[in-house]
């Protein structure tokens, strides 16, 4: 059974930084890729950041909207995904989830908010 877990989720002033986790089980994520999403209540789910598997070089991309700002890394011992966010901005309140799979992404977690006070 496959279990994506994100946390790391909170309140920050804005210019703050949080780092976000996404810890896996039953996936190993190094061999599928991996991405970040975050969607505000009344939005559509807005892809942020990826990483693609170890077997494509763990290429990483991101939205023009977090580029600079934010950094997808991946700890394979740990099977877990993170993204760094800095320099938060109010725009970047929402909740964030983690997808992964081989050419989808077929598996999702539960979420952790995020909330950047201005």
């Known amino acids: 059974q496959v279990q994506l877990v994100e946390s790391g989720g909170g309140l920050v002033q804005a210019g703050g930084s949080l780092r976000l986790s996404c810890a896996a089980s039953?996936?190993?994520?190094?061999?599928?890729?991996v991405a970040w999403y975050r969607q505000t209540p009344g939005s559509e789910r807005e892809w942020v950041a990826s990483?693609?598997?170890?077997?494509?070089?763990?290429?990483?991309r991101y939205a023009d909207s977090v580029k600079g700002r934010f950094t997808i890394s991946r700890d394979n011992a740990k099977n877990t995904v993170y993204l760094q966010m800095n320099s938060l901005k109010p725009e970047d309140t929402a909740d964030y989830y983690c997808?992964?799979?081989?050419?989808?992404?077929?598996?999702w977690g539960q979420g952790t908010q995020v909330t950047v006070s201005s």
């Open positions: 997808g992964a799979g081989q050419w989808d992404y077929d598996y």
């Open positions: 039953g996936i190993a994520l190094r061999l599928n890729q």
């Open positions: 990483i693609m598997s170890i077997t494509k070089a763990e290429n990483t």
